[in-house]
């Protein structure tokens, strides 16, 4: 596709439901980040693939949080248990010169958990 | 907390007028770079600078960058009102993973 595409754009989940959200990256690339945006905060970084190898898991916030990329080139963050402090705007981003070229973000999944 | 810190945290300028933003980040890096982010958006692109750059210029953006002392500063020449944002820096580390690491951000109120 022409950029990164997320989905859903937002999303309610009552605490304790279980959500996924998915990120389409542009074709072809080869790295796929996701980050975390609180309220008026930088992104935080969550996690890191390369193709469908998962480098980087470091900003993981906890075992409920787990991303996957099995083909490299879907991705998806699955938050389980979701707590109130979950509420945020999940961004993803792709990028395909090697492993220091810009970044490409979408548009962001907005999570309210209730 | 990974992130870097920018200051000013805040900015009002009237259009016409120069903005300056400043960035520390605390990893060595490969490349530092600026992002923009209107309010409720993704983010966008605006200027990479390598580590063995000091300065770069992109139309009426200028970056600077010193990595002895781990700091950035952008640069908005003529600002207009279409300029009002939230601008981030960025450092990519120099590590297998090319973590990208933002700081907190800069938002700009550029006044017609």
């Known amino acids: 596709g022409a950029g990164v595409s997320q989905s859903p754009r937002y999303k309610v989940a009552k605490r304790g439901q279980d959500v996924a959200l998915r990120c389409d990256p542009i074709?072809?690339?080869?790295?796929l980040f996701w980050y975390q945006q609180a309220l008026g905060q930088g992104p935080e970084f969550l996690t890191y693939?390369?193709?469908?190898?998962?480098?980087?898991k470091s900003g993981l916030p906890s075992d409920r949080f787990f991303a996957e990329r099995p083909e490299g080139s879907v991705s998806t963050l699955k938050i389980q248990r979701t707590q109130q402090e979950d509420s945020a705007v999940y961004l993803c981003?792709?990028?395909?010169?090697?492993?220091?070229?810009?970044?490409?973000f979408g548009q962001g999944t907005r999570l309210t958990v209730v | 907390s990974q992130q870097g810190e920018e200051d000013p945290q805040a900015l009002s300028i009237q259009e016409g007028e120069n903005a300056t933003m400043n960035c520390s980040y605390k990893?060595?890096?490969?490349?530092l770079q600026w992002y923009r982010q209107n309010s409720g958006r993704g983010l966008v692109h605006l200027i990479l600078?390598?580590?063995?750059?000091r300065e770069k210029h992109s139309g009426r953006l200028r970056v600077t960058l010193d990595t002895s002392k781990k700091s950035s500063s952008l640069l908005i020449t003529a600002s207009r009102a279409a300029d009002t944002a939230s601008y981030f820096c960025?450092?990519?580390?120099?590590?297998?993973?090319?973590?990208?690491?933002f700081g907190q951000g800069t938002t700009l109120q550029v006044k017609p």
């Open positions: 981003a792709s990028s395909g010169t090697g492993l220091y070229g810009e970044a490409f």
């Open positions: 074709s072809g690339h080869v790295s």
């Open positions: 693939f390369q193709n469908e190898a998962q480098l980087d």
């Open positions: 990893t060595s890096i490969n490349n």
């Open positions: 600078i390598r580590s063995n750059e």
């Open positions: 960025a450092a990519r580390g120099s590590s297998n993973t090319g973590k990208l690491i």
